[in-house]
């Protein structure tokens, strides 16, 4: 009993101690951290150092990780805005499934894969991972984007396939016989089980909850709030669903609930930690072995696997209506297979309807199409970025909006401080038009009335769209620094004698843009702590004309040392051109 124990606690310690050093080093080189916990579990596992043999063991508990994960998309969606998203579930999700499915069967079958083994392959390789691609959306703006509702409407259909997959493994492993149907597949048990959760979510959760939190015990709000989230994915598995789709029902249960921003920072943690020891299973599973002994072939089948995906995804999504980059960007994200593709082949494989070594094989193939996924999504939109300028559906907006703007402010970034400049430009009656590349950002903005649209502005032919050529000013608010410094270096190169005012984040970074063209810059620092500082002073009792000049004074020669520096820059630079 103490040696197991012993055995436990030195795996949690080495799954630990490798977040702790790996996961902050490929933060730092911009590789990410979902590589970064795929690394560690390659450096853990039984092809690595050997500390972690029992990788099934590690896999149970970090499936754990994709319920939490689940869970908090499904309290951050209103049950309104699923059932608008209900013809994209059915549409794009259902679609991408059958057809990827039905082309995987083609080649299986070519191959001289039997009938029953190349329709499990078919949908075990359709269906995408659920923690890979939320992990990588909510990197990029999260389900709210065009290509977060597209992405996630295909695997919300996935998971709900998972029920339907399982039964057929089980038909095909009973020879047909169709007595392995239990009644807890049935669907209107189902469904009836999904309208009670629902019943209870709506009408009882919210006094359970009050008496919770009326004993001001924080330590069983927390209990409770995880009690909820595997309490209704048990029950969803009983019935027949998968334990992640469970765990998203009882999301949106909360999702109208005044509780549910407490909830949500209670589970945070447990998802994070679960989460990365998912990724770390993955990463544990690779067999190296097999992997050099079918080399060729495993190589052939992990890209060919992610180009028909990619590809299916994308002609979907075009004639759904999307634009090219967002069909692009969707179908790499979902290129991979995901994890029930794991729990179908190992259930295929153990029910006898496919050949082990066939399964082995597919499982290597699943892992690494997910190691391979970020890699293929960075790439992916560093190209979009450099060779692709989208072509705003608001285009006769644009040349409106000039027409009838001349001497126009052109706005970059409408994120809290370009709203808030815009807001002001608009009250004093100067024209403007605000550029972002958030979509949900110019949908919500366009909704208010703001003249905002789609579109990078550091691309010339946005900007020219915009009305450039007879704009009065660039105003860059980005929260970025590395865009505002690519930003104000190509407005200044094809725009030599437009005025440029830039956010800047300190004073370095106020030098620094001034050295690229900015004309003028503030310091977002600055400027924040003058305004509390006068607030201090005022407080403290010192009158209004002295605090005005404490707080003049430190400015001028705050902007007066950036001066300095860009003189030095200046002067580096000369040195160096010499």
Not at 40 to 65: K, N
Not at 99 to 110: F, M, V
Not at 558 to 573: A, F
Request: hydrophobic residues 50%.
């Amino acid at each position: 009993m103490q040696e197991a124990g012993g055995h436990y606690l030195v795996d949690i310690l080495a799954l630990l101690l490798a977040t702790v050093v790996i996961i902050p080093f490929f933060h730092k080189i911009r590789l990410g951290a979902i590589l970064g916990y795929l690394t560690a579990g390659v450096v853990l596992g039984p092809w690595g150092f050997g500390v972690i043999t029992e990788v099934e063991d590690i896999r149970h508990l970090a499936e754990f990780g994709v319920i939490f994960l689940l869970f908090l998309l499904g309290i951050e969606l209103k049950p309104d805005k699923l059932w608008q998203m209900r013809k994209m579930v059915i549409g794009l999700g259902l679609g991408q499934v059958l057809i990827t499915a039905g082309l995987i069967y083609g080649i299986a079958i070519w191959l001289g894969i039997s009938n029953q083994s190349a329709i499990i392959i078919g949908f075990g390789l359709a269906l995408s991972s659920t923690a890979f691609c939320l992990k990588l959306l909510a990197e990029r703006g999260g389900i709210s984007t065009v290509m977060g509702r597209m992405s996630f409407s295909v695997l919300l259909l996935q998971d709900i396939a998972v029920v339907p997959l399982l039964a057929l493994v089980s038909y095909f492993a009973a020879g047909g016989s169709t007595e392995i149907m239990e009644p807890s597949l049935k669907p209107l048990y189902a469904v009836l089980v999904i309208l009670a959760l629902l019943f209870a979510g709506r009408y009882l959760l919210n006094p359970v909850l009050e008496r919770i939190v009326a004993s001001q015990d924080p330590e069983v709000f927390i209990a409770v709030a995880v009690l909820l989230v595997l309490g209704v994915a048990w029950v969803m598995e009983a019935v027949g669903f998968s334990m992640a789709l469970g765990a998203f029902l009882a999301g949106v249960m909360l999702a109208e609930s005044h509780y549910r921003h407490q909830i949500e920072a209670d589970i945070l943690p447990f998802r994070g930690i679960l989460l990365g020891l998912f990724f770390m299973t993955v990463g544990m599973g690779i067999d190296f072995s097999l992997m050099w002994e079918q080399l060729g072939n495993i190589i052939t089948m992990t890209l060919g696997l992610m180009l028909l995906k990619a590809s299916v995804v994308y002609v979907l999504a075009r004639i759904s209506g999307a634009r090219h980059d967002i069909s692009l960007q969707t179908g790499t994200l979902l290129s991979q297979s995901g994890e029930f593709g794991f729990v179908l082949f190992g259930f295929a494989a153990a029910s006898g309807v496919l050949d082990k070594a066939i399964g082995d094989m597919l499982t290597l193939v699943i892992a690494l199409t997910m190691v391979l996924t970020p890699f293929v999504v960075k790439l992916t939109n560093s190209l979009l970025i450099r060779f692709y300028t989208p072509t705003p559906s608001e285009d006769e907006d644009y040349a409106e909006f000039v027409e009838a703007s001349e001497e126009h402010v052109i706005l970059a970034g409408f994120g809290r401080v370009g709203a808030r400049v815009g807001t002001l430009l608009g009250a004093a009656g100067v024209p403007y038009i605000a550029l972002d590349m958030k979509q949900h950002r110019v949908k919500d903005a366009r909704a208010q009335g703001f003249p905002v649209f789609f579109g990078d502005a550091s691309k010339v032919k946005v900007l020219q769209a915009a009305g450039a050529d007879h704009a009065k000013m660039i105003v860059v608010t980005l929260d970025d620094p590395g865009q505002i410094d690519r930003l104000v270096s190509q407005v200044r190169q094809f725009y030599p004698n437009m005025p440029i005012h830039a956010r800047a984040r300190d004073r370095r970074h106020c030098a620094d843009l001034i050295t690229l063209g900015a004309t003028t810059t503030v310091s977002e620092t600055l400027e924040t702590s003058l305004r509390l500082t006068e607030e201090v002073l005022l407080g403290s009792g010192v009158d209004q004309d002295k605090t005005r000049q404490v707080i003049n004074e430190f400015r001028d020669d705050y902007y007066s040392n950036v001066v300095q520096k860009v003189t030095e820059n200046k002067v580096v630079l000369g040195e160096l051109k010499h």
